[in-house]
Every structure is written in structure tokens, then in C-alpha cells.
């Protein structure tokens, strides 16, 4: 199967630090990886599209200097939040899309939590 | 303009009993519709998936139907188990970005 790792699973920072959130996949190559930002009980919004080895793309209201995207190998995406504040708080979630074989699916990670006190 | 309508927003179904959601999408460049199932504080995870060309595909009690016309596509889970309540998500893909519905808390009583 194809498995997408998130690390950390929860983080609590406070407000004004940059917190770093990696996407990893495990068992396969992703060109493309996606990161995504849930609230509670609401659907998930894509923030960017991670390519690796070029930049990312951002959605539109998306701070790309507050949400720092580098995709530097074929396996790893990070998302950096800078100068995190309260509004912050949310679940991100990965995913990343297996392109062997000309595949189409996209894995999404496990998500990570984060608190900005 | 949201171009994923889902429904219901909940649903409750009897345990062995059928589960119904329901989407709806405006843009004809989608070419790829799947559904995802979510656990509350993990992320989704990919249940069954359909192109525009099939109507109707089936992974053991997941079938997708599929109206081109219509721009509709639905998702049954046949036989539902308590084990199946999570909340579901479909999404429509173009140009390998994905567009998802507002999701579907379903509810399976024993």
C-alpha cells in the first residue's frame, strides 16, 4: 500500500514561533504532494501544492510567507507556520500523490494538530 | 461558488441498513471522483474512486453511481456497520487538484 507519515502528530507552540510540520512518503515517490488545513467539523481546504524541486503553488488568501512550503526530495514535503498566532490552530493534513505507473491517487497522512496558545 | 455540493450533512442509519450520501458538481472539466472516509483526529482515507466514463463501480459493500449527465455522483455502503460511522468526503479532481464536499457524519446504531 502506499502510507504517508506526518511528524509531529500534535504541537503546541506559542504565539510568535514557526513551527515545522514534515510529510513524508514512505513507500513511494511523490512528485506532488498536497497540504490542506481543516477546522473542526468543516471540509478540508487546500493551502498549496507542493512540487518538489520548484515552488510551491498557494490557493488564493493563502500567506505564502506565513506558510512556508519546501518540497526537497521526491519523498519529503515540510510546511513551516511562521509567527503562529491563536488563528493558526487547526489540523493540516497531507497528501501525496504516487505517480508510479502513471498513477492518479493522492495518500493523504494522518494530519497534525496544532495549538497556538 | 461551491462547486462540491454533499448531502445530508448527517445521517443515522440502522445497523445492516443501507447509507446514502450524495454529491453534486457544476464543473464539466472534473475527471476523477473519489470518496474518502474520515476518523475523528485522523486524516482520510481513500474508499472508492470513479471516472466519468463508468457509471457505477463496486468494492465489496462501497458502489459509487455516477451521472455524467446529471453531474451527480453517489456513494451506497451496503449492509452499514457501527464500525462504517465516520464522516465521509467526496471530491471532484481536475488537474490533479481535488475539490471536496462539506462531508457527511454517518451515524450506524447497533
Known amino acids: 500500500g502506499a502510507v504517508v507519515s506526518q511528524h509531529p502528530s500534535w504541537v503546541i507552540c506559542k504565539s510568535g514561533t514557526s513551527v515545522k510540520i514534515e510529510c513524508r512518503s514512505l513507500?513511494?515517490?511523490?512528485?506532488?504532494m498536497f497540504w490542506y488545513r481543516q477546522f473542526p467539523k468543516q471540509s478540508l481546504m487546500l493551502m498549496a501544492t507542493?512540487?518538489?524541486?520548484?515552488?510551491?503553488?498557494?490557493e488564493q488568501g493563502v500567506e505564502k510567507d506565513k506558510f512556508l512550503i519546501n518540497h526537497a526530495s521526491l519523498t519529503l514535503s515540510t510546511l513551516t507556520v511562521t509567527s503562529a498566532h491563536p488563528e493558526d490552530s487547526s489540523f493540516y493534513i497531507c497528501?501525496?500523490?504516487?505517480?508510479?505507473?502513471?498513477?492518479?491517487?493522492?495518500?493523504f497522512g494522518p494530519g497534525t494538530r496544532l495549538t497556538v496558545t | 461558488q461551491q462547486q462540491v455540493k454533499q448531502s445530508p450533512q448527517s445521517l443515522i442509519v440502522q445497523k445492516g441498513g443501507i447509507s446514502i450520501i450524495n454529491c453534486a458538481y457544476e464543473?464539466?472539466?472534473?475527471?476523477?471522483f473519489p470518496w474518502y472516509q474520515q476518523f475523528p483526529g485522523k486524516g482520510p482515507a481513500l474508499l472508492i474512486a470513479?471516472?466519468?466514463?463508468?457509471s457505477e463501480k463496486k468494492e465489496g459493500r462501497f458502489t459509487i453511481s455516477f451521472n455524467k449527465s446529471a453531474k451527480q455522483f453517489s456513494l451506497h455502503i451496503m449492509d452499514s456497520q457501527p464500525g462504517d460511522s465516520a464522516t465521509y468526503f467526496c471530491?471532484?479532481?481536475?488537474?490533479?487538484?481535488?475539490?471536496f464536499g462539506d462531508g457527511t457524519t454517518l451515524t450506524v446504531k447497533p
Open positions: 497528501s501525496a500523490r504516487d505517480s508510479r505507473g502513471g498513477g492518479y491517487e493522492q495518500y
Open positions: 513507500d513511494f515517490q511523490a512528485t506532488t
Open positions: 507542493s512540487n518538489e524541486g520548484s515552488k510551491a503553488t498557494y
Open positions: 464543473n464539466t472539466a472534473f475527471d476523477y
Open positions: 470513479i471516472r466519468p466514463d463508468v
Open positions: 471530491a471532484a479532481r481536475r488537474a490533479g487538484k481535488s475539490t
